[in-house]
């Protein structure tokens, strides 16, 4: 009974995305970036991101992504933070939050030139937590 659960789980987890990412552009950068060569997606959702007041975590990143991979993403992440309710941008990197209802959603994006970062998450976690989390883990 056990592995059938599993199995089931192992199915569905693709598609958890699709539900918390529903209605925005990173989307769709997580649908055809995260199948390339030189790409690292990683999703996680549940029990594994209590601690950090989270629901939903999805990253992909990008090693030496061509111009035209890195045009396309950052017109995506444009596009989602046109309707941000707080956006801090900077050389570094970008944090938008976006308008959810139920929760927070941000999206953070870094690109260093050598390697481009896309981050979407969602919790209860404000836009202080999140920012203090992701400065440690840059140290």
Known sequence: MKKIIVLILIMLS???GLWAQKGWSVQVA???FSVKKNATEVVMSGKRLKDFHL???HSLEIKNPSVSDRQRITSLVKADAAQAITKEENSGHR???LPNK???AYILYRDNGSTLTLIYIEG???LKQIKQYFQKKQK
Do not use: V
């Open 14 to 16: 693709p598609h958890i």
């Open 30 to 32: 997580f649908d055809e």
């Open 55 to 57: 629901n939903y975590f």
């Open 95 to 97: 944090f938008y939050e």
């Open 102 to 104: 139920s929760q927070h």
């Open 124 to 126: 209860k976690a404000n």
